[in-house]
T-cell receptor, first 113, second 113 residues
Framework: AQSVTQLGSHVSVSEGALVLLRCNYS??????LFWYVQYPNQGLQLLLK??????LVKGINGFEAEFKKSETSFHLTKPSAHMSDAAEYFC???????????FGEGTQLTVNP | NAGVTQTPKFQVLKTGQSMTLQCAQD?????MSWYRQDPGMGLRLIHY???????DQGEVPNGYNVSRSTTEDFPLRLLSAAPSQTSVYFC????????????FGPGTRLTVT
């Protein structure tokens, strides 16, 4: 079965610092990969996705992620954190066959002034 | 488009009571699903549907029923509520054969006492 691991349930950065949120998946076949963001008391919103093609994917709010097949990773980065980036971030994978989307446990990002 | 709507936003039940969480989408999406979100556990799939008349179980289906009589609606029924079902419930929808971007509703916060 597909699994997703997000390293670090809580990450804290200073405003203006690099944001790096880690995601690794288990799959013998490259899946479709997603990052979602959840602001307090709201539903999830898609940040970016990888399906095929270019392995560096750009999303909303200045975030990007790189699919690395050899490392089975899809880490999320942003060069300079903003206070408004404080939220919970979820990595998700979908096998190329089948319908289910499997989510990681989430990483709570705190941005300090 | 309203997107994915969920009602109610909040609900308190007593142990043993039953209720239905409503979910509707106006995007003509084939795929709809229900997740529960608990602290430190990410989102776990309860049930999903790939079209009207077709439903299947996810990771944590026990204690929940679903049906899909129309493309738009996908209600989740709690048959006999238990404190372990205290959670935040999210409904989501997407096109089945596309980029697999899921759209989430705003959530229902359920407390079972």
């Amino acid at each position: 079965a597909q699994s997703v691991t997000q390293l670090g349930s809580h990450v804290s950065v200073s405003e203006g610092a690099l944001v790096l949120l880690r995601c690794n998946y288990s799959s013998s076949v490259p899946p479709y990969l997603f990052w979602y963001v959840q602001y307090p008391n709201q539903g999830l919103q898609l940040l970016l996705k990888y399906t095929t093609g270019a392995t560096l994917v750009k999303g909303i709010n200045g975030f990007e992620a790189e699919f690395k097949k050899s490392e089975t990773s899809f880490h999320l980065t942003k060069p300079s954190a903003h206070m408004s980036d404080a939220a919970e971030y979820f990595c998700a994978v979908k096998e190329t066959s089948g319908s289910r989307l499997t989510f990681g446990e989430g990483t709570q990002l705190t941005v300090n002034p | 488009n309203a997107g994915v709507t969920q009602t109610p936003k909040f609900q308190v039940l007593k142990t043993g009571q039953s209720m239905t969480l409503q979910c509707a989408q106006d995007m003509n999406h084939e795929y709809m699903s229900w997740y529960r979100q608990d602290p430190g556990m990410g989102l776990r799939l309860i049930h999903y549907s790939v079209g009207a008349g077709i439903t299947d179980q996810g990771e944590v289906p026990n204690g929940y029923n679903v049906s899909r009589s129309t493309t738009e609606d996908f209600p989740l029924r709690l048959l006999s509520a238990a404190p372990s079902q205290t959670s935040v419930y999210f409904c989501a929808s997407r096109r089945e054969f596309s980029s697999y971007e899921q759209y989430f509703g705003p959530g229902t916060r359920l407390t079972v006492t």
